[in-house]
């Protein structure tokens, strides 16, 4: 399987710990996304990188989020000190291009319960 | 900051029946990308169609067929001859470009059901 894959694909923790998410894009891919999705909602952006650089972060993502793509590669996305409303499922997308705007590849997600 | 909204919110239908699902938008941007996604209950979601600000050519691939107003920024997707592996959450989303990404807005879906 070539897509876009994460692990975990299931969290549950309890409230105040830290869990971490890995995404790993397709691999020509030099752009990787990072989604939240609620319960009957929309996908919202959280960040997005360009190869190893993080270009943009959305208000969304407090301090307690953080994710990082050292080698241009994999990315994990880190959340410290959980709280019930991070409860959703984080997605990963993976894209190709410089100046194209091309589609986005979602992965399968990885869905967090926050007790 | 771009919005969208998806007034449907679940869509039945029966099989073989054609189904458009609606979608308008908001931007400030003039540049700009439209897409169209599925969201099968397995939750992955699947590109359908693309199209730019520039392009108000409406197009037909397979069953897909879409119909984009740049005047009254609607970008509405239509399923023709639905089949029940149609059913799923279809999201429309704007796009902009930022810092050379692809940045996806997400309207809050239109649950399709398609029954026999």
């Known amino acids: 399987d070539t897509g876009v894959s994460q692990d975990p694909r299931h969290k549950i923790t309890k409230r105040g710990q830290n869990v971490t998410f890995r995404c790993d894009p397709i691999?020509?891919?030099?752009?990787l996304y990072w989604y939240r999705q609620t319960l009957g909602q929309g996908p919202e952006f959280l960040t997005y990188?360009?190869?190893?650089?993080?270009?943009?972060k959305s208000r969304l993502l407090s301090d307690r989020f953080s994710a990082e793509r050292p080698k241009g590669s994999f990315s994990t996305l880190e959340i410290q000190r959980t709280e019930q409303g991070d409860s959703a499922m984080y997605l990963c997308?993976?894209?190709?291009?410089?100046?194209?705007?091309?589609?986005?590849?979602f992965g399968e997600g990885s869905r967090l319960t926050v007790l | 900051a771009q919005k969208v909204t998806q007034a449907q919110t679940e869509i039945s239908v029966v099989e073989k029946e054609d189904v458009t699902l609606d979608c308008v938008y908001e931007t400030r941007d003039t540049t700009y990308y439209l897409f169209w996604y599925k969201q099968p209950p397995s939750g992955e979601l699947v590109f359908l169609i693309r199209?730019?600000?520039?392009?108000?050519q409406n197009e037909i691939s397979g069953r897909y067929s879409w119909n984009f107003q740049k005047s009254t920024s609607s970008f509405n997707f239509t399923i023709t001859a639905s089949q029940v592996v149609d059913s799923a959450v279809y999201f429309c989303?704007?796009?902009?470009?930022?810092?050379?990404?692809?940045?996806?807005?997400f309207g809050t879906g239109t649950q399709l059901k398609v029954e026999l």
């Open positions: 199209r730019n600000s520039f392009d108000e």
């Open positions: 989303a704007p796009s902009i470009l930022t810092g050379g990404g692809n940045k996806l807005t």
């Open positions: 990188f360009q190869n190893e650089a993080q270009l943009e």
């Open positions: 997308a993976s894209s190709l291009g410089d100046r194209d705007v091309g589609e986005l590849f």
């Open positions: 691999s020509e891919h030099n752009r």
